[in-house]
C-alpha cells in the first residue's frame, strides 16, 4: 500500500466508502502532477478556472501522447467548440429552452407516477435494495421514454453501459486496455442505438431520437453518426448517474435520523438539499478526460501543453477555502454553489432532469417510508471512483405510507 | 413574489428556464424574466433559484453577498477586529439599485442606528434594465419591476422628495419640501436622468419618448400597443438598440439615427459596432449610421416625423430619444464636493472628494454618479453606469461607511456589463474603450457567437462577447493580471489565425463644459479650487 500514490489509493476501490480525507490531503497540493503525466486539480477556485478555461480541451485527440486508440466518433462531451456547441445545440433543441423549455417540466407527472409504482411496489417486502428497487428504475425509465428507447431492452443496454461505466477511470495507466474494452462495449451499443434511429427515422415520434434524426435547421443536423453519439452519451449519463444521486441521497439521510425528522417536517427542503447532495456526494467525482492545450501556469504550476488534466469536482466542492464547514451536510446552505453538475460549456446536459428525479424521488422515500434504517453500513460501493455510489444499498423498514396527491 | 437574477453573474447555463418555464425564458444564453410572478409560481421559482449555478436568482435583495459568493468567512485585512460604527444617522440620498442596495447592505453589516433613504421617485426601489426589453415588448407589466424585499429594510423611507442642496459644514441634507435633514454620514447615489431632446417644443410633442423610469417605459409600452406605423430611435447606443430589437420583436418598422459610425460605437468601437449594424439590418432596422436628427417634426401637438442631416426625412408617430443621460449632480452645486457633469469625484473607498481635491471623512459615493480611481486603469477616474457597478459599489460603500480604517474595503471590481438584443447577449468585461487594438479570439462574428479582446499597448484591458458568457472569467483574470495582448492562440474554438485590428475606439472624451475651476490663494493652508458651474438651462 505504501507504495501506491495518493491519486493511485483513491481510486483503489477499497477506499471508495470514504475517499473525503483522501481528497482532503489531495487539496493540499491544488494541482498535483502525478508519475504518469497526468495534472490532478483539486481545490475549488483552480477547477473554475479551469472549467472556463479556453485553453483546456475535452478533445482527447488533442493529447501530445495518447495511450489508448482514441474513439473516432466523440459525442459532444468529448469535443470542444465550435463543434460542441453545435451538436449540443441540436441535442437542446429537442429536450430543453429556447425551443423546447417543457419537455423536462412535463415529465414530472410521468415522474411521480414512476416512484409512486415503484415505492408501492416494496410495501410489504420490509427490507430491499434501494439501488435495484427504487434508484436504478426511475432513471432508467426516464431516460428510455425520453429518448425513445423501449424499456423492454433494458436487460440488453444495461449490461453495455455498466461495462462502459467501470472502464471509466482517470489516469493513463492502464488506459489502452480500458479503452479498446470500452470500445468493444460501445460498438456493440452503438450498432444497438443505429437500429433504433433507423426506426425513428422512418416513423418519427415525440422523443429525443426522432428529433436528432429529422431535425434540420440553418445549421443542418445531425449526421447519423452523430446521432448514435449522442444517444450513446444520453443514455449512459441518464441511467448511471442519477441512480447515484438517489442512494447518496438516502444513505445521507439514514446516516442522520434528525435530517430525516427535518425533511419530513418540511418537504420543501428536499430542494436545497439535493443541491447539498450533489456539493457533498456527488453522482461524479472526477472529469477525467480533459487536455491542456497550452501551458497553463495554475497555483504556481505549469501543467504543460498536451498533458491530460482531471479535474476532482468532489474535492473541489469541499474545498474549506469555498464553503465553510464542507463536511457537514447542511440542506439550507446558501448560497450553494457547487461542481455537481461540472461548470462551463460542459455543463451536465441532463441536470434538470436529474435533479427533478432526486427531488421527487428522495422526497416521496423520505415521506412515505416508515422507519426506515439501514442494514449495512458503509454499503458496497460500484467499483467506479468516477461515477460514485453504492452497488446496493440495504435498509430495513416498517411498511410504506400510502402516496398522497398534492 | 418578488425575484431578481443578478445578469452580471448569470452564464446563460439557462438551468431556471427548464424549470421555472413560465417565468424565466433564454435564447442561446440571453435570459429574461418576470420580476414579480404569480405566487403559484413559487415553487418553481424556489427550484430555478436553488439550481443556479451560479447562484444568481434571489428573492431577497437584502441578504445576498455578492462580492465574492464564497459562503467561507472572508479574511480581513488587518488582524484587529472591526470597530464598527453601527450608531448614529446615516442618510442616503437616491432609493434606486445603488442607493436602496446600500440601506439593505448597512443593516445587514449590522448598522443599528437611524437610517433615512431619500427617493425623488414615489415607487419603492425597482429594476431599471427590464424597463428596455421584457416590459416594453408586453411579455411583463411595467409594475412588476420592483426590488425583493427591499423595501422592507427598516428605515425612514422618504418617496417623492428630491434632495436639492447638501450643506457639508453642518452635515445637513436640504428636501425640495423645504426640510433639512441632519446626518453624521450621508450616501450620495441619486443616479442619472435621461437626456431630453435639446429643442423642448420638439421634445413636448405627443409621441417624444425618453425611456429612464418606470413610467417611462410604462407610457412608451402603451405607445408600442397601439402599433404606430413607424417607431425612430435617436441613438444607437445600448439603450437605443434594445429598443429597436424591441421594436422588430413586436414587427414594428423601426428606423434608427446614430452620429456615429455604427452601433455601440462609444461603448465597443467601431469594429464590434459594425456588427451590432449587421444585426440590426439583418433584423429589419431601417439603419441610419453617420447621421443625426435636425427637427422633429410635429402636426397638432403630435410628431410625425423628423428631418435628417442628410437632408432626407423620416415619418413616424413614435419617437424615442436614447441620446444617453445626465448624472443628477446638479443639487450637489455649491457644496464643496467635486461633484459636476463627470459625476462626483471620491476614492476608491466611495469617500467623496471636495473640490480641493481632499478626502472626506463622512460623505460616500456609490452607483451611476461615482466617480473613482481604477488602479486596474492607471488610476484613472471612471463613473461607469453599469447595473453590476451601482450593487457592487453600494456594497462597498455601505460596509466602508460602518467601518473603521484598517477594515474598509476598496472598490476595485473590473466593470461587467451585458445587454440583451435581438435575441443575443452582449457582455463585456473591463474598459473596452481603453484599447488601441482589438481581436476575436474565439468564434466568429459572422456567426455572431465570439469573444473579442481589446488590448492597450499590448495588455489586455477588455472582452466582448456575445453568446459566449461563459469564458468571460477567464479574461477577467487575464485583465486583472495585466496579461499581454494579444492573447495566446492556442485554445478551443480558435478560427483562423487571429489577427489584431485597430479597435477603432473613441477618443476618450473630457468634460469641459460642465464646469471650469479657479484656484486661489497662495500660501499652502490657503489655496483653494473653486467649480465654476455655467448656468443651468
Known sequence: MSSQSLFERILDPSGRADPYPLYERLRETPVARQEDGTYVVSTYREIVALLHDPRISSDRRNLAVAAEALDQNPSFIGLDPPEHDRLRRLAVRHFGPPHSPRVVEELRPAMLEITTRLIDGIADRGRVDLVDEVAYPLPVAMICRLLGVPEEDEPRFHAWTEKLVETLIPGEEGRAERERERQDVANELRGYLAGLAEEHGRQPGQDLLSGFVTYRGPEGGMTPQEVVSTAVLLLIAGHETTINLIANGMLTFLRRPDLLERLRADPGLIVPAVEELLRYEPPVHFLSSRVALDDITIAGVTIPAGAPVVLALAAGSRDPAHVSDPGRFDPCRLPNEHLGFGGGVHYCFGAPLARLEGQIMLAELVRRLRAPRLVTDPPPYRPSPVLRGPRHLLIQYDGVEPYLPT | MRVIVDLTRCQGYGQCAYLAPDVFTVGDEALLYDLDPADEQREHILRAAAACPVQAIHLDWTQTRRVGQSSAERPSYEEAPAAKMTDGHIVIVGAS???????????????????????????????????????????????????????????????????????????RVHLADGREIGFDRVLLATGTRARPWPNEAEAALEGVHTLRTLEDAARLRQALAARPRRVLVLGAGFTGSELASVCRELDLPVTVVERGPAPLVSALGAVIGGVAAQMHRDHGVDLRCDTTVTALEGDGGRLRGARLSDGSTVEADVAVVALGSIRNVEWLHGSGLAAG???????????????????????????????????????????????????????????????????????????????????????????????????????????????????????????????????????????????????????????????PVPAQVPDRMVATAGATVVVTGHDPAERRATLVHPPQR
Not at chain 2, 440601506?103 to 414615489?122: H, K, N, P, Q, Y
Not at chain 2, 412588476?144 to 422592507?152: D, V
Request: hydrophobic share 40%.
Open chain 2, 97 to 171: 439599485l445603488a442607493g436602496a442596495r446600500a440601506a439593505g447592505v448597512l443593516r445587514r453589516e449590522g448598522f443599528a442606528g437611524t437610517l433615512t433613504v431619500i427617493g425623488d421617485e414615489s415607487h419603492e426601489p425597482y429594476d431599471r434594465p427590464p424597463l428596455s426589453k421584457q416590459v416594453l415588448t408586453g411579455q411583463v407589466p411595467s409594475g412588476h419591476t420592483m426590488l425583493p424585499r427591499l423595501r422592507e429594510v427598516e428605515a425612514e423611507w422618504i418617496a417623492g422628495t428630491p434632495a436639492t442642496g447638501l450643506d457639508v459644514a453642518s452635515k
Open chain 2, 341 to 499: 457633469v463627470w459625476g462626483v469625484a471620491c476614492d476608491a473607498g466611495c469617500r467623496a472628494v471636495d473640490t480641493n481635491g481632499l478626502v472626506t471623512d463622512d460623505i460616500f459615493v456609490a452607483g451611476d454618479i461615482a466617480r473613482f480611481p481604477h488602479p486596474l486603469y492607471q488610476y484613472q477616474f471612471m463613473t461607469l453606469e453599469h447595473w453590476g457597478n451601482a450593487v457592487a459599489q453600494a456594497e462597498i460603500a455601505a460596509h466602508n461607511m460602518v467601518s473603521d480604517q484598517a477594515h474598509r474595503w476598496p472598490h476595485l471590481s473590473v466593470p461587467v456589463f451585458w445587454s440583451t438584443q435581438f435575441g443575443v447577449n452582449i457582455k463585456s468585461v473591463g474598459v473596452p474603450t481603453l484599447a488601441d487594438e482589438l481581436v476575436v479570439a474565439q468564434g466568429s462574428t459572422d456567426e455572431r457567437r465570439f469573444v473579442a479582446v481589446y488590448g492597450y499597448r499590448g495588455r489586455i484591458t477588455a472582452a466582448v462577447t456575445f453568446d459566449q458568457g461563459m469564458w468571460l472569467e477567464y479574461y477577467q483574470g487575464l485583465i486583472e493580471r495585466a496579461a499581454p495582448f494579444p492573447p495566446v492562440t492556442r485554445h478551443v474554438d480558435r478560427r483562423e489565425a487571429p489577427r
